[in-house]
């Protein structure tokens, strides 16, 4: 196995360069719109991008920079296997998307097909993963069980071995720090204005519906507005008097230098999450080390999440601090004709967890020794918002018609991401797209409905 040739290509903030560039605000904003975008991410790209090629006057606001929050800072798997039942129409979908998107928008994403491998250490686990065959087979995937054999044909580099594996060979994976921002790009390049260190403050209504975006640089009117702001659409909602169950989580990623190839896609294990990336390193990330900072919310949300942090109590890390009273000061409302909580945290860049990346370096050691002299590049965080049920909310808001909502993907978006433009656009057009929204309803928190816990394998 030979080093990869790109060693000196590949700069060393390669990934921070998505969030950490100076802001330049817009020259001007347009007056008005058929359709605003808050949020910069994925979702709101994709949508965007939809949007734009049927003809919509469609403006994007975004607080900070393109992709400058976990649309920028995720893993970059591109991942159908493992997903909840309800979100399975909508990832086929998506990975039709990545599959041409380069081609579409005429700019590399980095997708590749390499594969996701959930690798396992004993019987039980690979029963586990088993467990997931039907619903491949119910969507026509190509997911198999592979023998202990198969996957050390798929992880030649590894020291330790395995008992088998579920391994889907038309999954993929994409480069975070190139995807949202040439979609962002190529959306423009269809009429799209795309806005950056433009947040908006709130809304506007006329008799009940919603009439414009109050940003920073002054209002857009349009009778259909889309929030896709991430772990911010909570607190965006709750100024509306909306409540969105939504909770956050720290998640440490690393970055190593190009090094000796180990694997070629996506492989998911007990000390490991790590995918080969496009320019020969390797992401990887721990994913013992979940952090959730206890804060209010915690308490306001509590009775909702309770079926998730006990599916996920094992890997999570509470702990209660800073952030408990930085929200308890936060303030519920404000005026939209001063400086909003959007513009004093224009970007959301928590500090990596140092006992994290220790984990992530020793693990990479285990699994790969001839690793070991390979740098960790660059770490970094991400706040992950999750739901009760750990699926998204696509709705359009009851007590604000026209106000639409995109958000709770859950530490799962990225792959989903244009699948979910695709829907989106169709929802705020009413256009049929062949997606069936009903299940990310927002009313299924408050109607009564048991929570219906997404699947884990
Ligand atoms: C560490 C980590 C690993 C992950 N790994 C994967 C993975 O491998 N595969 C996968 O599918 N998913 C993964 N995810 C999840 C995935 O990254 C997210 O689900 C997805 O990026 C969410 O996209 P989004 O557009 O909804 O939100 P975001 O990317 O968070 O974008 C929201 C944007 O809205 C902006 N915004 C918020 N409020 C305002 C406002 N008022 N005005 C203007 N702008 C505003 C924010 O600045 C932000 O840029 C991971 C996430 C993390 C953090």
């Not at 921002?181 to 506007?204: D, K, M, Q, S, W």
């Not at 979910?420 to 169709?426: E, L, S, V």
């Not at 299940?439 to 409905?449: H, K, P, T």
Request: with cysteine.
């Amino acid at each position: 196995m030979s080093p990869n040739p790109n060693t000196e290509s590949v700069p060393a903030n390669l990934v921070a360069q998505t969030w950490s560039r100076p802001f330049a605000p817009p020259e001007s904003i347009p007056a008005s719109a058929d359709v605003v975008i808050i949020g910069g991410g994925i979702v709101g790209v994709s949508t965007a991008w939809f949007l734009a090629r049927q003809g919509v006057n469609v403006v994007l606001c975004e607080k900070g920079h393109i992709a400058c929050e976990q649309s920028g800072r995720n893993w970059g798997w591109v991942r159908q296997q493992g997903r909840d039942v309800r979100e399975m129409p909508m990832i086929v979908e998506s990975l039709k998307i990545w599959r041409t998107l380069a081609d579409e928008i005429g700019e590399d994403v980095g997708y590749r097909q390499t594969g996701c491998l959930y690798a396992a250490r004993d019987d039980a686990q690979l029963e586990e993963y088993a467990a997931w065959l039907p619903t491949a087979a119910e969507y026509g995937l190509d997911t198999r069980v592979i023998s202990g054999k198969e996957v050390a044909q798929h992880i030649p580099g590894a020291a330790v071995t395995w008992k088998g594996g579920l391994y889907t060979a038309s999954d993929g994976s994409a480069e975070p720090h190139k995807a949202a921002p040439a979609i962002a790009r190529a959306a423009e390049r269809n009429g799209a204005t795309i806005l950056t260190t433009c947040a908006v403050r709130g809304l506007e209504t006329e008799t009940g519906h919603v009439s414009a975006a109050v940003t920073e640089h002054g209002t857009i009117k349009a009778p259909v507005i889309l929030c896709a702001g991430g772990a911010w659409t909570s607190m965006f909602c709750r100024s509306l008097g909306i409540s969105l169950p939504q909770l956050k989580v720290r998640g440490t990623v690393v970055r190593t230098a190009p090094g000796e190839s180990v694997l070629d896609g996506a492989v998911w294990e007990d000390l490991s999450g790590i995918r080969r990336r496009q320019d020969g390193g390797y992401t990887v990330a721990n994913s013992a080390y979940l952090d959730h900072s206890i804060t209010p919310s915690t308490f306001r949300h509590a009775f909702k999440f309770l079926p998730a942090l006990r599916l996920e109590f094992g890997s999570l890390n509470l702990s209660i601090g800073r952030d408990f009273i930085n929200e308890l000061r936060a303030p519920k409302h404000w005026s939209l004709d001063a400086e909003s909580p959007f513009e004093k945290t224009r970007v959301l860049n928590p500090d990596p967890n140092p006992r994290a990346v220790k984990a992530i370096r020793k693990g990479l050691d285990t699994l790969f020794p001839q690793l070991a002299d390979t740098e960790i590049a660059e770490a970094w965080a991400g706040i992950v918002e999750s739901t009760p049920d750990v699926i998204p909310v696509i709705d359009e808001s009851d007590p604000i018609p026209g106000f639409h909502i995109a958000t709770g993907f859950s530490g799962h978006g990225f792959g989903i991401g244009p699948g979910a433009g695709k829907a989106i656009a169709g929802m705020l057009t009413g256009t049929d797209t062949g997606l069936d929204l009903s299940e990310f309803r927002l009313s299924r928190f408050f109607d009564g409905s048991k929570i219906r816990l997404y699947e884990k394998i």
